[in-house]
């Protein structure tokens, strides 16, 4: 069935460095591929998506990378700063379906 | 613009009572979805509509879990009666199609 696989699991940076965050998706015909951030005691936040059409995006700081071949899709955060600290989330979905598949979330620590 | 709005933030009942939780979603989006999250995981889907059309349902619970959206605009999730198994985070999000979906704060139920 649809599956997306993401690691690590957790993740400590100083502030400063950068981040990077992986997901691997199963089902070949997904094609929206939102990242999401979620802080303690709040709902899943949008930051970042990309779709299939397009192999990179960036934001400012933050920039997603999609490779269609190897269903693999990442996060990358530069100068990370310790508001940047909370849980991420990847997420998969497709046309037909519009129902996201979430990774398992990546907890991002950014050490002062 | 207020985002997706949920009530109650939280809700702590006893085992084999029933419960409700509520939803507001963005004002325009027609596509409005349930997802359960567990401790430590990501969302997975309950329930997803379309207008007022509940057009994937598969993955919610009938025998205990019912939900409506009347008028295609405000929903409710309830289970009746609700297991110790139950307790979660209950997050209701909305979109417009399959663009960027937005999620509320959430509604944490304890079953005790």
């Known amino acids: 069935g649809e599956n997306v696989e993401q690691h690590p699991s957790t993740l400590s940076v100083q502030e400063g460095d950068s981040a990077v965050i992986k997901c691997t998706y199963s089902?070949?015909?997904?094609?929206?591929f939102p990242w999401y951030k979620q802080e303690l005691g709040k709902g899943p936040q949008l930051i970042i998506d990309?779709?299939?059409?397009?192999g990179e995006k960036k934001d400012q700081r933050i920039a997603v990378t999609l490779n269609k071949t190897a269903k693999h899709f990442s996060l990358h955060i530069t100068e990370t700063q310790p508001e940047d600290s909370a849980v991420y989330f990847c997420?998969?979905?497709?046309?037909?379906?519009?129902?996201?598949?979430f990774g398992s979330g990546t907890r991002l620590l950014v050490r002062p | 613009e207020a985002g997706v709005v949920q009530s109650p933030r939280y809700k702590i009942i006893e085992k084999k009572q029933p419960v409700a939780f509520w939803c507001n979603p963005i004002s325009g989006h027609n596509t409005l979805y349930w997802y359960l999250q567990n401790l430590g995981q990501g969302p997975e889907l309950l329930i997803r509509y379309e207008n007022e059309e509940a057009v994937d349902d598969s993955q919610l619970p009938k025998d205990r879990f019912s939900a409506e959206r009347l008028k295609g605009v405000d929903s409710t999730l309830k289970i009746q009666p609700a297991e110790l198994g139950d307790s979660a985070v209950y997050l209701c999000a909305s979109s417009l199609g399959q663009d960027e979906a937005f999620f509320g704060q959430g509604t944490r139920l304890t079953v005790v």
């Open positions: 990309i779709r299939s059409n397009v």
């Open positions: 089902d070949s015909a997904s094609n929206y």
């Open positions: 997420a998969a979905s497709k046309a037909s379906s519009y129902k996201l598949i």
